[in-house]
Structure formats: structure tokens, C-alpha cells
């Protein structure tokens, strides 16, 4: 009964946090916006994707997923995404405002 109840919670929670991007998000773009805000009027030290160029996040996230580019996690996280799917992420936030 308890697991069913926590099971419902996240659903509602999954629910809620897509409804405020557009539907068509890509696989995986959800995933980004726990920290690249996914609007302009946040303030976070973590660089904005929405409105970037798409040739931009894809060029960043090849270059961490090769080691040519540093980072503190990006790294890891460009890894775990397919070069197909980081261009139709990139060129997702490209269309966000
Ligand atoms: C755990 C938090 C976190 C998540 C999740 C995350 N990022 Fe990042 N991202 C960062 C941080 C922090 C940086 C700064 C570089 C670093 O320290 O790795 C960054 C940098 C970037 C940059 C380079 C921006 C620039 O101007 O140099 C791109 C592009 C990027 N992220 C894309 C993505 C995409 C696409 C996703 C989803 C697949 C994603 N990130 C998910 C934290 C995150």
C-alpha cells in the first residue's frame, strides 16, 4: 500500500515537471534542466542551453564526450548520451525560449 502511494507521488512529480516543457522534448532533454535552468529569469552559475545554438551544446557536449573538453560532470553525462541523441537534444533547447 505504502509503495503504491510513493510510486503515485513520483508519477505526479514526473507529471508536473514535463507539463512546463514543451511536449516533444527529446529523450533525455528532462534530464538537463535539473541543473541548465530552463528559463531565462533563473540565475544559476551553470550556463543556459535554452535559446543557445544548436551547433554550440552539440560541439560542447562531443568535446566532453571525448575528453577533449573538461569538465566537473558534463563529462560523465555526455557519455551516457549517443551522438544522434545529443544533436536532437541541442537542437531542442535551441527552439526554447
Ligand atoms: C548534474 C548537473 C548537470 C546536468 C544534469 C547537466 N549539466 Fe550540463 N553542465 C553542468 C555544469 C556544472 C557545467 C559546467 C562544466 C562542468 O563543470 O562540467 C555544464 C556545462 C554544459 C555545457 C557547456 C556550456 C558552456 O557554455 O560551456 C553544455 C553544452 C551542457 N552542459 C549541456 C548539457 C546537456 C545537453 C545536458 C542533458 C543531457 C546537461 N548538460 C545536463 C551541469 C549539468
Given at each position: 500500500m505504502k509503495a503504491t502511494c510513493v510510486f503515485v507521488a513520483v508519477l505526479i512529480a514526473l507529471a508536473a515537471g514535463n507539463?512546463?516543457?514543451?511536449?516533444?522534448?527529446?529523450?533525455?532533454?528532462?534530464?538537463?534542466s535539473g541543473c541548465h535552468?530552463?528559463?531565462?529569469?533563473v540565475e544559476t552559475p551553470v550556463p543556459r542551453?535554452?535559446?543557445?545554438p544548436a551547433a554550440d551544446i552539440t560541439d560542447a557536449m562531443l568535446a566532453y564526450k571525448s575528453g577533449k573538453q573538461a569538465g566537473t560532470i558534463m563529462d560523465r553525462i555526455a557519455k551516457g548520451f549517443s551522438d544522434e541523441e545529443i544533436r536532437a537534444i541541442a537542437s531542442w533547447y535551441a527552439t526554447q525560449k
Open positions: 507539463a512546463a516543457m514543451a511536449a516533444e522534448a527529446p529523450a533525455g532533454a528532462a534530464s538537463c535552468a530552463g528559463n531565462a529569469r542551453l535554452a535559446g543557445r
